[in-house]
């Protein structure tokens, strides 16, 4: 016979009741707690977590209503909403047993019991209650894992021999359950690898968990990353679990890791290297099996000089550490994707499939892409949408980065071309209004009137 390790709390006003149903779970379960007196149940339920609890109808003898044993159902239910509860009493009726299931009971036992009974519904409510959870999580990784489905695309279109180099990483990096660093400016894909190294691993049956540490409240953090027992703070209105759980048996993303607090730093450390967490207002630890990948666009070995990042952490997380190159650095890239992201926005919007004009190719290979992959999709996008002619028209969002339009990389060092260029450009940057351009190009209004005459810029 096997004893099970769950805890269960009788409440009974009737000792000689306590006495008989402790005797008999003792035999089947690891811990078994009786209560007199129903005022102690909130004290008794916040030292321990309580599998199942038995709880009486009636507590004062001339008592027969039930109304006592709602009363303290609905205490039970606002201490912790999912627990478990099976209520019993020598005058219960199926009135009774109808409403108390409605007020959240999960069953009804009549006094007096036969063992065998009391024991089958105690067993079956602990095993109703597990798969009720467990469903319950579910719906929670499914609900945060459809929002991480409305991320659209997921392709990674590269042939340069940098991002070569990232592929062969993802391969060699994905089938063992070591942990990854990605590093690369915003928008070079750090996301799309930490799912290519989730889609190539053992654990690619099981959920891919992404959380962005970007978009947490800091004082959120720890009860995200591991979850919280329901009152630990004024929001907690029912236990809830942590990403690290909801990451069992998965891949567990944290994105811009460099934006978690010192303070957590260090739990998040423990975590990781004993692979338990400790929720929000818990005392009680849970192991958690999970693949974690983590990604910045921040220098992290700088914040770890500065103080700012943990060393230790660090060299937990980065294990395998990959780094992509910005999309500027790999202008080979650069005709793949728009081509790509060209025929994917045609077929999504129904519309012809345009093409861009080899000048405009150059234009596009030599522009700095500031927001990298991200910013080449959403320009391709728009000049899909809004291209008038059967030539694909792209607006660049900054000029300025523009390599052939920035006076640094004009192929000449003759003064006085440079700037011709700057004075052309700070005119049609600022549509031609004089006192902007003059303020930005750091000069009087009178003196950009001549300058304008001298290079004839209109
Ligand atoms: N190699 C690629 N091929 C095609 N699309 C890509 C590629 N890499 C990234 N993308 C697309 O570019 C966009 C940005 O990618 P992603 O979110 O992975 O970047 P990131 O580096 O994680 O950005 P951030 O640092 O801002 O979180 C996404 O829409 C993604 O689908």
């Not at 940098?162 to 990605?182: G, P, S, Y």
């Not at 700012?308 to 952490?313: A, G, I, V």
């Not at 980065?401 to 006085?416: H, I, K, P, Q």
């Not at 303020?439 to 005459?453: D, V």
Request: charged share 25%; proline share 3%.
């Amino acid at each position: 016979m096997t004893i099970s390790d769950k805890a269960i709390l009788v409440v009974d006003d009737n000792s000689e009741i306590l006495v008989a149903t402790r005797m008999l779970l003792k035999q089947y379960y690891k811990k078994v707690v009786t209560l007199e007196n129903p005022h102690d149940i909130a004290k008794t339920m916040s030292a321990q977590d309580f599998a199942l609890i038995l709880l009486d109808m009636n507590f004062t003898r001339e008592s027969t209503s039930g109304a006592e044993g709602f009363y303290w159902l609905k205490q039970i239910k606002a201490l912790d909403e999912d627990a478990v509860v099976v209520l019993f009493t020598a005058y219960g009726d199926l009135t009774m047993a109808v409403d108390a299931i409605k007020l959240g009971a999960n069953d009804f036992v009549l006094k007096p019991w036969q063992n065998e009974k009391l024991l089958a519904t105690v067993a079956n409510c602990i095993e109703l209650s597990k798969q009720r959870q467990k469903s319950k999580k579910l719906t929670q990784i499914a609900q945060i894992s459809m929002a991480a489905q409305n991320k659209p695309f997921e392709h990674l279109i590269a042939s340069s021999p940098a991002m070569e180099q990232v592929f062969q990483t993802i391969e060699k990096a994905a089938k063992t359950d070591a942990n990854v660093l990605i590093l690369g400016e915003s928008g070079t894909g750090k996301e799309v690898v930490a799912r290519e190294l989730h889609k190539q691993s053992l654990r690619k049956d099981n959920t891919f968990m992404s959380v962005d540490m970007g978009t947490i409240a800091s004082s959120l953090f720890e009860s995200e990353l591991f979850g919280h027992m329901k009152g630990a703070f004024t929001d907690a209105k029912a236990n809830k679990p942590g990403r690290f759980e909801l990451a069992e048996s998965g891949t567990l993303f944290l994105d811009e890791i460099a934006n978690i607090p010192l303070e957590l730093q260090g739990k998040l450390l423990t975590a990781i290297q004993n692979r338990v967490v400790t929720p929000v207002g818990g005392s009680k630890q849970i192991e958690v099996d999970l693949r974690l990948i983590t990604a910045t666009n921040m220098n992290l070995y700088d914040m770890v000089r500065e103080g700012s990042f943990r060393q230790d952490l660090l060299y937990r997380i980065n294990t395998v550490e990959i780094t992509l190159p910005a999309l500027r650095d790999r202008p080979q890239d650069i005709p793949l994707l728009i081509e790509f992201y060209a025929d994917l926005y045609s077929k999504k919007y129904k519309l012809q499939c345009k093409t861009v004009t080899n000048k405009m190719m150059a234009d596009l290979v030599k522009y700095q892409w500031p927001g990298n992959i991200r910013e080449l999709q959403h320009l391709v996008e728009r000049a899909v949408i809004l291209s008038d002619s059967t030539q694909l028209q792209f607006q660049l969002t900054s000029p300025a980065a523009s390599s052939e339009e920035n006076a640094g990389f004009l192929d000449t060092y003759n003064l006085a071309e440079i700037e011709q260029h700057t004075i052309e450009r700070a005119v049609r940057d600022f549509k031609g209004n004089i006192s902007h351009a003059a303020k930005a190009l750091g000069i009087t209004r009178a003196s950009l009137y001549r300058k304008m005459e001298k290079y004839d810029v209109e």
